[in-house]
């Protein structure tokens, strides 16, 4: 009882209590853009996915006050978030089909909740641009979505956000090997963890491991290896990964190539070269 209430008294005095909150992204070069510089881009409600967005039904004698509502609706940018990084719909459509990322984020701004609706609102004068833009159809009530609404001053492009962890799809790839090491470096230099995300037995997504316990685990068994002068091909390298890691090789390449200037091997360099040129055939 004592939290609610500081809670609703922080929420009073203007004061976040900082949601943990998640953005589910494919892996480019705007989504080491998020990384870097900790910010997320906002738009205006005609550039989001939904077609029916801010939508509402007015008569033909309230055409002025239907186009007085498209211009407060475009007085405000948008940032979608949702409260989860569970669901899988929202990997399959906002991270690239699970090959993407999931950043899990705090901010400092009123994060608005999501009213799912099953008709839409009829205009009326004390119609707000907000209310419009905070609900949706009950068709998006998957996404479980919270919204940050700033009102535009022309210059609004991002919002500042911090950055808590960084959750990697079920089948990521190292379609580049620039997004891998950037964003393990990103991750290092600023503390982030990252995760691997697996498949329970009751088929739901979890978090599953540090990947920092993984590539330390990885690295071990390459160096019990090496001490048994085992013989190294591409199988050899991919069976350790799979057990140690995950069936993706998204961070394969660049955790090998540390390993080797620690520790020079000529076997495990072939297997790695052969590896990275049947990788790139595929692609």
């Known amino acids: 009882m004592y939290f609610k209430i500081i809670k609703k008294k922080r929420r009073q005095m203007g004061?976040?209590?900082?949601?943990?909150?998640?953005k589910f992204r494919a892996l480019n070069k705007y989504t080491l853009d998020i990384l870097e510089k900790n910010r997320l881009y906002v738009s205006d409600f005609e550039k989001l996915?939904?077609?029916?967005?801010?939508?509402?039904?007015?008569?033909?004698?309230?055409?002025?006050?239907?186009?007085?509502?498209?211009?407060?609706?475009?007085?405000?940018?948008?940032c979608s978030l949702s409260t989860t990084n569970k669901e899988p719909l929202l990997w399959a459509h906002y991270a690239d089909n699970f090959k993407g990322i999931c950043i899990k984020?705090?901010?400092?701004?009123?994060?608005?909740?999501?009213?799912?609706?099953?008709?839409?609102?009829f205009l009326n004068n004390s119609t707000s641009a907000k209310k419009l833009l905070t609900q949706k159809t009950f068709h998006w009530k998957y996404e479980k979505e919270k919204r940050v609404l700033i009102k535009d001053n022309k210059n609004?492009?991002?919002?500042?956000?911090?950055?808590?962890?960084?959750?990697c799809g079920l089948r990521i790839e190292a379609l580049e090997k620039k997004y891998s090491e950037k964003l393990l470096n990103i991750a290092r230099?600023?503390?982030i963890k990252v995760y691997q995300t697996e498949i329970s037995e009751k088929l739901n997504i979890i978090n599953g491991k540090d990947i920092k316990i993984l590539e330390n685990n990885f690295k071990k068994k390459l160096r019990i290896k090496l001490n048994e002068n085992s013989t190294f091909n591409v199988e050899t390298l991919k069976n350790i990964y799979r057990k140690?890691?995950?069936?993706?090789?998204?961070?394969?390449?660049?955790?090998?190539?540390?390993?080797?200037?620690?520790?020079?091997?000529?076997?495990?360099?072939?297997s790695l070269n052969s590896f990275i040129s049947k990788n790139n055939r595929k692609q």
């Open 15 to 22: 004061q976040n209590p900082k949601n943990k909150l998640y």
């Open 49 to 78: 996915n939904d077609s029916m967005e801010g939508l509402f039904f007015y008569c033909s004698k309230q055409e002025k006050l239907s186009d007085k509502m498209r211009e407060e609706k475009l007085e405000y940018k948008i």
């Open 105 to 121: 984020v705090q901010t400092n701004y009123n994060e608005e909740n999501i009213d799912y609706v099953s008709k839409q609102t």
């Open 156 to 167: 609004s492009k991002y919002i500042d956000i911090e950055i808590i962890a960084i959750y």
């Open 189 to 191: 230099e600023k503390k």
């Open 244 to 270: 140690e890691v995950a069936k993706n090789y998204f961070f394969l390449e660049i955790w090998c190539e540390e390993f080797l200037e620690e520790t020079s091997n000529a076997d495990l360099s072939n």
